[in-house]
């Protein structure tokens, strides 16, 4: 395939208007030893037709979750999405759109960012929120960085319950810097309240959790932010945004930021991306949040317009002091989750989360009840539980998959300890049946 | 919707936010009845985990939904309407055939958590675009794991850290050219770097004097963009890179210019240590009014210990997998992979062009260029001598009549054009970048239009001056927002 | 695309013909390479049978063909982004689950000549629509054959020809009402069938002693429409009914307005003998800017056997086959089998809907059509007394100021809205039809509309008359148009 | 699912407004007997969910040809469809369109159809063409009808090398009317020119033929518009679209009214509809053409515009004096002709004939040099053949299909004398390797 569209009069033409006689001179510059003196090494171009027949070839050799009964969680959860997000964000005039530098070319998109921002405020209870930023376990290191700068302190308390690859992700952010990272234990599948109150000092900037936390256990927020303000600190929650269609949001808890994981709103498993973090903080945050935001104003002749705010804070003007590095963002993600969100409403957030609860606690309930099986941590659960079993996590997993069920998430590769364990999330897209069936491959593993 | 302002076109009709349209009781999604017990909630939450009240997210039925967000678009200039010339962004056309690979169910509908045997095709696919990559790049080993440039070039810094602490030798201090993108010097800061600007000659290309005073035993980097933000390739790359690397310092090459130089010549050839690439500008991903991006790093060989966790490989029974073991690699920058299906249109596009395709997309992204150039000379200033790269500067003079740059941006609005990028790497100029996907009649319609605008400075230049006209609201007060901020709806 | 009308707005700029961007060489389009060998054409085809060169079809890279199509998408109006109250076109929204529907490869990537057993899930699929709307009607059964409405009624006529001619009383003769719609008659035309128009009374309701009197043993049928076309349910149905059963001619409902009373009264319950479906009106199928529609057409039991062949039936081992055994029947009216894709959107409609979801349509059909009528009555004339079904008809009565019914509607179009259908059935009207998915905003801010503009027509009754301001074009010359005829491009 | 968007406290407001109490006041004038006094026997609505797993529970009940391999043809056929039809055809903006009655409000499908017509009479080198009518068999039915308006002659000839369907559905639309039809046998695969002129007399309205034929052979066409002009009738020719890329147009030989199936153009195979009926006539027909015609000319300020042109023929204007019946025409598929044409273009639509061409032929020689297979005819053919055996149709395609190839069309259902043919069709989507394994399992079978 060729998207260029010049024929050869043309570029005859165009050459003797720029006066050269060939596109070669345009690369004089270029000296030869630093060319590459024979072609890439890249197999030659195929048509449309060939290029779709070596996708399916590729497609052929995944099993996809259309065709497998899927209890995999651990950040990334497979719920309904409406066809009209695909339908609406799917837009061209959205998708090739550039970043909205030009407001009145793109009251579009700004008008959806703001609104985006809105609701990501409704959900989580917190005052403002951004643009977006790439994913979840970034969008924590950002909130990190930004509670480093507005204390001035270097030190970051993380829970081990918060998702492991987050961990992982702010280990790599802190590396670079002077800061202390350290990781409270757990009890119960949550933060150990105890132990946090002991690791927060008074040079610590952040005490980072998630909730539900990676082992499905919801955390008593108000008690950790509690802790973490008396000691000068910052409480930072990943949350699961379809949790605050049930549970109090963290904002109403104490949170004075909140990140998190967007994909659950409205965009496809991909394989982990693209995603959409999201990011939320209290008012007084507004002008150290990292990344773009949206703000309503108006135009010359007084009509409602929006354009993005705050760009001083931002690396296209402010540089080596911008707030964060991020230019390119998720926004289409957003659009998707916005589209979502505003499909869903409120009453269709409130029985996603309904059914996600319903239908986790009939299957903890069915599991636990199985020989072999039971459930790792009493704690309160949302979506997602782990389960403990002495049958042997991979060979459990392994056979619910021969029967087409992706059962759970196994424990063992980031906790030694939990190698017996595999957490198991289920949407409202699960049916009884579907759950029954995992009942039985457990059963019969 | 039935404004008062009888006279605006129905393009133009207000747009109510979403919260102002909101009927309670209405819903645009259904669900299944539950066909499982519903459980006590307080019993097995507790009532102090319980909202008092779902979120006050807007009620809307599905109609009105597909109409809020079809209106919007509507009040959106794109690629797919509109030529959109801006500079250093590479908005060629995002083919319509990437969007639906992407689409697959083998590719959208997997789980990060999939065991690898369940997505070999996948695998694959990331396999073949890490090797095309490091094939385009001319470097050794390509991650794809970042999510967008900024992110690519954090990656990169956190590799170049890495290596000097694995020397023994941390070094603080990061180079690059006052024409370098906003991202460098930010990320540097994100990196715990001190950045330091080096100036440029007239000629757009770097001082390689200043460099050369610049360069210490602290000085972990030089990071440049080349072909550079004016537009022009600079030749003297591999001295930079001798400089630097006499000095046990390193090359990053910001690789957002790459569309230039594609299968002409590769930075790995060049110097260069470590780069990031753009596949929304390069490769011809949507930008999606903001992202999502990619932006694969790959290094040289010296530095392939040091690439994040996991890399996708090629086992010798000839099945692919995710590599962890790596023990001095920087670890993780995101979850889970990278912006898999991102990464699955940037597959698409280059094996669908192919090694041919790409190098005939570099050529005729710089004749665009210098082809539009040499329309408009004369009438605005081209500061940098031609040839120009796939991309170019320009000043409008028109200051006797008191008109900006910004003026001539909002102005070519209502040409139906989007501007070039603004004031930016030079004050007051136009950084335009067309691309190689215009045809000749877009690139002559711009140039018309460009040559109008300077024409109307003279006769009218009130229209300039007050532009847009056409479009959904007039100039937006950009000042007047960020003074009184509103970033969020509330309820009256 | 740069014009010269430089306040226009970028939505407005002409849009060019394909023919003027054609540019020779370039092409959307791209195919494998050939790997057979090419034959020599002289020999296999014979010089005089191929063509000189190929058809001169215009030259378009993928980019300007997205851009022109775009660019063409937005203008238009649309139920996507207009509110659409085409009176008798029951403009509802087209839920986009039944476009995803449609293209699933099961049903859209299946050739008509496969075997039977490749198609079981299809087969039952249009079964199920074929009960469905059987159901619906209370007829006895269901062809989904016919292609649209009119094509429904033809195939109404035929089968009611085929039925007196087996009777032995071949019959020349059938009526309509007056407020029918054009295709009643030119159905009959085409059916060889001379068509005689009966009288409505004031409140719109049929002439019955102009029936009685029309009504001889020549009369093959009556075709109605109930609801009519003025909005009324005509009661007198059950007697027109028995009238024309006792001079042995038939019943044709004209089911354009079904979705006044789904789930509520069904035709096949008051005496209709045959009737016609209109997917795209009821059933919520697009309307693609002109088509496909679907026409299924539903029979009483004693018509069963002169139905097109093929028919969908179930086999008593369950499974679905195509029934060509029906040696009455009128054969075929197109080829193979029906508007299949039209049809399984249909079915997503009704079975997303369910039998309650039906009954509520048609509930709110009728409150919003009342609700509107509420809000301009006094405003406007309206000719009929209410309750009104889906649908009322409106008289704009400013003649004093020389504003037509198409000023009228051309002035709504610069409020963002479309206007009703004119002129039809009674002259100089608006049939308006606002169909039970429209919100009340919706509603509301067309009521304003029209408010508005009754309000203009005594201060400025030129803006009116001057209308549409907003368009992509001002009022259209049609008279000019038809006068100097070009219905294709030529190069010049 | 509900697509209404009233709630109850709007409900009684507007009631309020209508001055009833219920909405069921607003059905009172329906008498009683005339009422359903039971809920219809349709079962109960689901959510999007619930419809999705219901129509996946159908589909997985097909066998569709992105897993067969599609030899099947004669008048429908498994043409390349470049991913932008889809995309730029499917936009809710032209989905959700009426007729273009408002032209102010409809410039877009206007010109696209406008440029529809052009690209149709480039094809088809006719004068004009009108904005489509439903398939290709009503099409030929409507123009045999203008023939007989034109002419006011009673009788039409017509080929049997004609689609057989098409022959039906001419015999459903004739049988209202005092019209004969005559059918003229053929030779070698198309029309037997000189029974035809025994045919054709004084009476004769039209003689309508197809080419390539319904068995794949080429029609002279010229000889056959001497036969029927001699006798002072029209020739009606449809004409599959996509040869016209190869072989002299219809309009050049003689051809006065030219129809055909646009499906090849574009459209999914879709199990037979939607498809497009196209209708081209010499410009003396303008005026008596069936369905709509889109005409260019300007606005109240001179600038170009366009509009519904000749409505007078049409039924809404002239009711019981139309020209036809149509109304609702194929609006949507005639778009995705036009985009399909365009996004061809000169070079794709000659590039797709000719390796029709390439490949039919290919696929023939391979497969006449079979024992027990030859071709049946010997006159030129495009992309579809005829193939007789003595190894037994039905089991010879039944082999195939077991191998997931969709080998051919019988003609025993049709035509007693050749039972022991079917014709394969191959389009340039077919590669040499599928064209390989048909041959392969033709010969195993
Ligand atoms: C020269 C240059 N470098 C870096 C970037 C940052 O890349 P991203 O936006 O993908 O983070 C950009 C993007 O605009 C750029 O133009
Ligand atoms: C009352 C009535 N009858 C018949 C028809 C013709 O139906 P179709 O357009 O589907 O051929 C229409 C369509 O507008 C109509 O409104």
Redesign the pocket.
């Known amino acids: 395939m060729n998207y260029a569209q010049l024929n050869d009069q043309q570029i005859a033409a165009m050459l003797g208007a720029i006066g050269v006689r060939s596109i070669d001179d345009l690369f004089s510059v270029i000296p030869d030893a630093q060319r590459l003196k024979r072609p890439l090494n890249i197999p030659d171009g195929v048509s449309e037709l060939e290029m779709l027949r070596d996708l399916r070839s590729l497609t052929d050799r995944n099993a996809d979750c259309t065709e497998l009964v899927c209890f995999l969680g651990a950040g990334a959860y497979d719920h309904f999405i409406p066809t009209v997000v695909d339908d609406l964000a799917g837009r061209g005039e959205f998708l090739t759109a550039y ?1 909205p530098y030009q407001a009145e070319a793109s009251q579009g998109s700004l008008q959806a960012f703001y609104e985006y921002q809105t609701m990501i405020c409704q959900l989580t209870g917190m005052d403002v929120a951004n643009a977006s930023l790439y994913e979840s376990a970034s969008s924590a290191a950002e909130a990190v960085l930004l509670a480093r700068g507005a204390t001035r302190r270097n030190r970051v308390v993380v829970s081990l319950a918060v998702h492991p690859e987050t961990r992982q992700v702010l280990d790599s952010y802190m590396s670079c810097l002077t800061l202390d990272l350290a990781t409270v234990p757990m009890a119960d599948g949550a933060t150990d309240p105890s132990v946090l109150a002991d690791a927060v000092n008074d040079d610590t900037a952040a005490v980072v959790v998630q909730s539900p936390t990676f082992f499905g256990c919801i955390e008593r927020l108000a008690d950790l932010a509690r802790i973490a303000h008396d000691a000068g600190a910052l409480l930072i929650v990943s949350v699961d945004p379809i949790s605050c269609g049930l549970l109090k949001p963290p904002g109403d808890l104490g949170a004075d930021l909140v990140v998190g994981e967007g994909q659950a709103l409205g965009i496809p498993l991909g394989y982990g991306g693209p995603y959409l973090g999201f990011f939320a903080a209290k008012e007084k945050y507004l002008r150290k949040m990292p990344g773009r935001v949206v703000g309503m104003g108006a135009d010359a002749e007084g009509r409602r317009g929006f354009c993005l705010a705050l760009q001083t804070r931002e690396q ?1 003007i402010r540089r080596e002091r911008a707030t964060s ?4 963002n998720q926004g289409l993600m957003a659009l998707r989750a916005a589209v979502y969100l505003a499909a869903m409403g409120k009453s269709g957030i409130a029985a996603v989360a309904a059914q996600c609860l319903d239908k986790a606690h009939y299957a903890a309930q069915r599991i636990a009840a199985l020989d072999g099986y039971s459930l790792k941590f009493q704690a309160p659960f949302f979506k997602e539980f782990t389960v403990q079993t002495g049958r042997g996590v991979p060979a459990v997993l392994k056979n619910c998959r021969q029967k087409g069920i992706l059962a759970g998430v196994p424990l063992g590769r980031w906790f030694e300890n939990l190698a017996d364990c595999f957490t198991v999330a289920v949407t409202e897209k699960r049916t009884r049946d579907e759950i029954d069936r995992l009942v039985d491959a457990l059963d019969t593993a | 919707m039935a404004s008062g302002n009888d006279m605006t076109t129905h393009h133009q009709n207000e747009a109510p936010l979403l919260f102002e349209k909101s009927t309670p009781g209405t819903c645009a999604a259904s669900l299944p009845r539950s066909d499982v017990p519903a459980v006590d909630r307080n019993a097995v939450i507790g009532a102090d985990l319980l909202a008092d009240a779902p979120p006050q997210l807007p009620e809307i039925g599905e109609l009105d939904l597909v109409r809020h967000y079809t209106r919007l678009s509507h009040r959106c200039f794109s690629i797919d309407e509109h030529f959109y010339p801006l500079g ?2 590479t908005m060629k056309y995002n083919p319509r055939i990437n969007e639906r690979a992407a689409a697959m169910p083998g590719f959208a509908q997997v789980h990060p958590y999939q065991d690898e045997s369940d997505v070999q095709g996948l695998l694959e696919l990331l396999y073949r675009l890490r090797m095309d990559l490091a094939e385009v790049s001319g470097l050794a080993e390509v991650t794809l794991q970042p999510a ?6 954090m990656t990169g810094l956190m590799i170049i850290n890495a290596y000097h602490r694995d020397r023994g030798q941390p070094r603080t201090k990061v180079l690059a050219p006052d024409s ?5 010097p930010a990320s540097c800061t994100i990196c715990g770097k001190s950045y330091q600007q080096i100036a440029s000659l007239k000629s757009g290309r770097i001082d390689v004097d200043a460099l050369r005073q610049a360069v210490d035993d602290d000085t972990a980097a030089l990071m440049i ?1 080349n072909p550079n ?1 004016v537009g022009v390739y600079d030749e003297q790359i591999a001295d930079i890179a001798e400089i630097l690397h006499a000095r046990g310092a390193l090359l990053y090459l ?4 790459l569309n230039a130089i594609l299968g002409i010549a590769r930075p790995g050839d060049f110097g260069v240590d470590v780069m ?1 690439f ?1 596949t ?2 390069t490769f011809a991903t949507p930008h999606g009014g903001g ?1 999502p ?1 990619a ?1 694969p790093v790959g290094v040289a060989d010296h530095l392939r210990p040091f690439l994040p966790v996991p890399q996708v490989v090629r086992r010798d029974d000839g099945t692919f997998a995710w590599d962890e073991d790596r023990p001095k690699s920087i670890g993780k920058v995101r979850s889970f992979y990278g912006q898999i299906g991102v990464l699955v249109r940037a597959y698409t596009y280059v094996r669908a062009l192919g090694g041919d395709g790409l190098l005939d997309v570099a050529r005729k992204a710089v004749l665009n260029a210098n082809y539009l150039a040499a329309r408009i000379k004369g009438r605005y200033e081209l500061p940098f001598p031609p040839p120009y790269a796939h991309e170019f500067v320009a000043l409008p003079h028109f200051d006797e009549q008191d008109i900006s740059n910004v003026d001539v941006a909002k102005r070519l609005l209502d040409f139906g054009m989007h501007p070039p ?1 603004m004031s930016f790497p030079i004050a007051h100029c136009l950084m335009i970048e067309p691309t190689e996907t215009e045809s000749l009649a877009s690139l002559d319609a711009f140039a018309d239009a460009l040559i109008a605008i300077a024409d109307e400075a003279k006769d009218h230049p009130e229209r300039i001056r007050e532009a847009p006209h056409t479009t959904p609201i007039r100039r937006m007060d950009e000042v007047g927002a960020n003074r009184k901020l509103n970033v969020r709806w509330r309820p009256e």
């Open positions: 970043t296209h590095n991020v230019c390119t | 250093s962004c967008a440039g900024a992110h690519g070039e370098a993108h906003g991202t460098n963009t933000t910001d690789g957002a210019n990031h753009n929304h500008k992202g991006g932006g990028t």
